[in-house]
């Protein structure tokens, strides 16, 4: 059946003359709606692919660069309520797996939350979408036509946007960060935008949206699939955190996609730092068109993300934890830098700041895009992350006791390009038990130590001690552990 399919896919291909185009994703009709994302950890993006009264999972059978989707390994099913679902995906709960969403034609959302893992999907049905019964509690008057979750305010978070068969637009703000100060899924709960959102209209009646970051300049802008045919573009021309300047333009490869009510989903699917976009469209199959932002067939973005070697930061250290910070890497508009981030990496080592990055050391991976899932392995213990304009916060609320625990920060690009921090060493100075706190006890180990007894508990090297800077231990140093005590 595999080579069956192989040689129509390649019969197809000679037929059309141009793009890539796979027919077993069936059926594909003008109500048709996609979405991807990585269900089961091997870094291609899956496909869910909604039709009236069907909505199906495809796993990716193929590589990056030549996709294939033969078979669909999961198969909702409820002829009463789900006519012209579209599906998205989203790690709404932080827990390192993709959840599977999909709105339905009386203005609900279906959630499937991922009991299983981030390589063995196992989905559990939470809402059901009837009107008492909606994902988020969000029941809108007319039915949704289009599904994303993209974070339109910048904060971190993923928030919610459709649009509804007249074209019409609502947003939903994630207030995860909100809740309690970080992104951890929990708490998430969401509140309407009615008012100074990006945009209203989504191509008109029957039109299908998609949010990227089109021109690699830090924000999300909305590709739109007109209702008649082609794309346009809603471009953000504010930033990550002002989502109120937009204008609607159109797109050098408007005429590249065929068929009328196209679905478009954009991404660099092959990894090559430059968009592409699997769509449907009412000449039902599903395409493929790669290199969608490439200037010129033999340009490539060599350069790597912008980040300093110091740019990782110790922000605060206590009892409870320690707080890190890095600077969000944004494309400057007209700059030589283009690619666009992928993921943050930050590792936790010891034997030095100078300690190898492996998966071993890997505290947290977090993407910018939705579809993929943060990786968030059980040594977390926390798993906080928080944003503002300018940064990213981390909180490691379990580092190891008894050392100071060494940070690295990794930066990947859609280009496939990295850059590294240098490593950083996390400590209070005159800590001298290593407890991240200043106290007594630390006041009678420096005195201890400075009346020449053998101190069992002075873990930390002599040099912590050191708490006037002066390059030497001294009973000036006690005076001033004594003063930061006392104030």
Not at 351 to 363: M, N
């Amino acid at each position: 059946m595999a080579s069956m399919r192989a040689i129509s896919a390649s019969a197809m291909l000679l037929w059309l003359g141009w793009g890539v185009v796979f027919p077993d994703v069936s059926p594909v009709t003008s109500t048709s709606k996609v979405y991807f994302a990585d269900l089961n950890g091997d870094g291609l993006l899956d496909l869910a692919h909604g039709d009236n009264f069907i909505i199906r999972i495809y796993l990716n059978q193929g590589t990056a660069a030549a996709p294939l989707f033969t078979d669909y390994a999961y198969d909702f099913t409820n002829t009463l309520e789900y006519q012209r679902p579209c599906p998205a995906f989203c790690d709404i709960d932080l827990d390192g797996d993709m959840d599977f969403f999909f709105g339905i034609s009386i203005g609900t959302i279906v959630y499937y939350r991922n009991d299983g893992s981030a390589g063995s999907p196992a989905w559990t049905l939470v809402n059901s979408g009837e009107p008492w019964d909606s994902f988020g509690g969000i029941n809108d008057t007319d039915p949704m036509n289009s599904l994303n979750f993209v974070d339109f305010d910048g904060d971190g978070d993923q928030d919610i946007t459709f649009n509804v068969v007249n074209g019409e637009m609502r947003y939903y703000s994630n207030r995860d960060l909100e809740t309690d100060g970080y992104l951890d899924g929990q708490g998430v709960t969401w509140q309407r935008i009615p008012y100074l959102t990006p945009f209203y209209m989504a191509g008109g009646d029957g039109g299908k949206h998609n949010w990227v970051d089109e021109d690699g300049d830090g924000d999300f802008d909305c590709l739109i699939g007109y209702a008649e045919y082609g794309l346009s573009i809603r471009r953000n021309n504010g930033g990550p955190t002002f989502h109120q300047n937009y204008t609607w333009e159109s797109v050098a490869y408007h005429d590249d996609v065929t068929g009328s009510f196209p679905s478009p989903f954009f991404d660099d699917f092959d990894g090559d730092g430059f968009l592409d976009i699997h769509y449907t469209s009412n000449l039902g199959y599903l395409r493929f068109l790669p290199g969608l932002t490439r200037a010129e067939p033999e340009d490539q973005d060599t350069l790597v993300p912008p980040l300093g070697a110091d740019d990782l930061a110790v922000e605060s250290c206590d009892p409870d934890g320690l707080t890190l910070s890095w600077p969000k890497i944004v494309d400057a508009p007209g700059g030589a830098y283009r690619s666009g981030v992928k993921f943050y990496e930050l590792h936790r080592g010891s034997g030095g700041p100078g300690f190898p990055l492996t998966a071993g050391t890997l505290l947290w991976r977090h993407f910018m895009l939705p579809h993929y899932p943060d990786y968030l392995p059980e040594v977390a213990n926390g798993d906080k992350l928080a944003a503002d304009v300018g940064h990213f916060y981390y909180r490691d609320e379990a580092p190891p006791a008894g050392e100071s625990p060494c940070y690295r920060l990794r930066v990947v690009d859609f280009a496939g390009n990295a850059a590294t921090t240098a490593g950083i060493e996390a400590y209070l100075t005159g800590d001298l038990n290593l407890d991240r706190s200043l106290d007594g006890l630390d006041l009678s180990l420096l005195a201890g130590f400075l009346s020449g007894n053998p101190v069992a508990a002075f873990t930390a090297p002599a040099a912590r001690a050191d708490l006037d800077g002066d390059g030497q231990v001294s009973a000036a140093d006690l005076a001033a552990l004594l003063l930061e005590l006392t104030l």
